[in-house]
C-alpha cells in the first residue's frame, strides 16, 4: 500500500497541471473548429479579409498588453503571499487601465492601416473602427486569465483567458456566419472577446468584483511602464515578424492566396497553442530552478523536460501534418488545396522549434528578457528582408521559408546565450566556494 502512495500523488499532481494545458488545448480545437466553418461558409476569397484582420489582431493582443500580463503572473503571486488579498483588484484593475491606453493607440494605427489600404473605391467604413475595442478586449481577456493564474487558479485562468470567449465566437459563427461577410464575422469575434474580457469581473475569488479599471498613481503607473518594456518589445518585435511578412503577402499576392496562408498560418498556430500550453507549465519550475545556488543542470534538465513531453505529446499529429497536407488543407473546403505546401514547410518548422523547447520561458524566467527583446529585433530584421526577398518569387512557402529561417535562429542563439551565461554563473558560484 505504501508503495502505491508516491504513485497515486504524483498522478494526483500530473492531472493538476496538466488540466489548465488539456483546457487550453481544447479551446484551440474549438477556435479551428471555427476557423473551418468560416473557410467553408465564406470560401477562400471572401474570407480573406477576416483571416487577415483576425490574424494581426491576435498577434497585436500581447503587444496592446505592454507585458503587463506577465506583470500580473509575477507580482500576484507575490500580493497574495504577503496577506495583501485587498489590494490584488485594484493592482490588476490598474494594469488593464493602462493596457486600454496602449490598445487603443495601437489600434488607432490600425484604422489608418485599414482606411489606407481599402479595396476600390476606397474610403473609410465602420468596421475599421472594431480593431481598437477588439485588441482592448483582447488585451484585457489576457491580462485577466494570467492574473487568475497567478492567484492560483489556472483552470479558471484558461476559461476566461482563453476558452470563453473562443466558445462564445464559435457558437455564434455556426448561427450567423451564412448570413454575414468578413466584416460582420470579425464583428462577432470582436463582440466574444469583449464579452470574455468582462465577464471575469465575475470569475470566482479573482478579486475582481470592487475594482475592474482604475488608473494607476504617478509612481506607480512610471513603474509599470519601465517594468513592461522588456517584455513589450519581445511580443512587439515577435508580432512585427508574423505582421509584416503578412502585410507584404496581402499587398503583392492575390486574395485567395493569402487566404489559403492565412488558413495554413491557423493550423500552425494551433500547434504553437498546444506548444506553449505545455510550456507554459514547466515556467515555475524553469524560475524556481534559476534561483538555485548552481542552476545550470537543473534549468536544462527542466528545459529538456518540457521538450521530451511537448514532442511526445504533438509529434504524431505534426508528423501527420507534415505527411498528408493536402487532406488536412481539404478540411476547410477543396478552395483551399493551394495551401498544402505553405502548410507542409509550417509544420517542418513548427516541429524543429519545438525540438529547440520552450526557448522564451527559458531566457524569461532566468532573468534575460533584455537580450531576448535584443534577439526578437534582429528575428523581425530577418524575416521582413527574406520576406521582401523570397514572397515575389515563393509566394506564401517564401513567407513560411522566411519566418521559419528567423524564428529558429532567434531559438538556437537564445539557447546558446542561455548555456553561457547559466554555465559563467556556475563557475562563478564555484569560485565563490
Known sequence: ???????????????????????????????????????????????????FWSS??????????????????????????????????????????????????????????????????????????????????????????????????????????????????????????????????????????????????????????AHYFSWPGREKRGELIREGFSICCVSLFGALGFIVPLAIMEMTRPAAEVSHLTTAFRIGILFIVLGSAIHSVFAPALSRSAELPNPFTPVFKVHGKAIVITLAALGL????????????????????????ESLRLLLIVQLLSLCLGPVPYLLLMTGHTAFLARIGVAKFAAATILSFLLIPRFGGSGMVAAMGIAFLGEGLIGIAYAVIKLRAEKSGNRAEE
Open 1 to 51: 500500500m505504501e508503495n502505491l502512495l508516491p504513485s497515486s500523488y504524483a498522478l494526483r499532481q500530473m492531472f493538476h497541471t496538466l488540466l489548465p494545458s488539456g483546457i487550453r488545448m481544447f479551446g484551440a480545437g474549438i477556435q479551428f473548429l471555427s476557423t473551418v466553418i468560416v473557410a467553408r461558409v465564406l470560401g477562400d476569397g471572401p474570407s480573406a479579409g477576416f483571416f
Open 317 to 340: 499529429p505534426l508528423g501527420i501534418g507534415i505527411a498528408f497536407p493536402e487532406p488536412v488543407m481539404l478540411i476547410f473546403g477543396e478552395a483551399f488545396r493551394g495551401g498544402a
Open 56 to 209: 494581426v489582431l491576435m498577434t497585436s493582443g500581447p503587444i496592446a498588453t505592454y507585458g503587463l500580463e506577465q506583470i500580473a503572473l509575477r507580482n500576484v503571486p507575490r500580493l497574495q503571499r504577503d496577506g495583501r488579498n485587498d489590494e490584488i483588484g485594484s493592482f490588476v484593475a490598474g494594469l488593464r487601465s493602462l493596457s486600454l491606453l496602449v490598445s487603443f493607440l495601437i489600434g488607432l494605427g490600425w484604422v489608418v492601416y485599414a482606411v489606407v489600404t481599402q479595396p476600390e473605391p476606397g474610403g473609410f467604413r465602420i468596421w475599421h473602427l472594431l480593431a481598437p475595442l477588439a485588441l482592448a478586449s483582447i488585451a484585457t481577456t489576457l491580462i485577466n486569465g494570467e492574473a487568475l493564474k497567478g492567484l492560483s487558479r489556472p483552470v479558471a485562468g484558461t476559461i476566461y483567458g482563453h476558452l470563453l470567449p473562443v466558445s462564445l465566437f464559435c457558437v455564434l459563427v455556426a448561427l450567423f456566419a451564412e448570413y454575414l461577410s468578413s466584416p460582420g464575422i470579425l464583428t462577432l469575434y470582436t463582440g466574444s472577446y469583449l464579452v470574455g474580457a468582462l465577464a471575469a469581473r465575475y470569475a470566482p475569488g479573482g478579486n475582481f468584483r
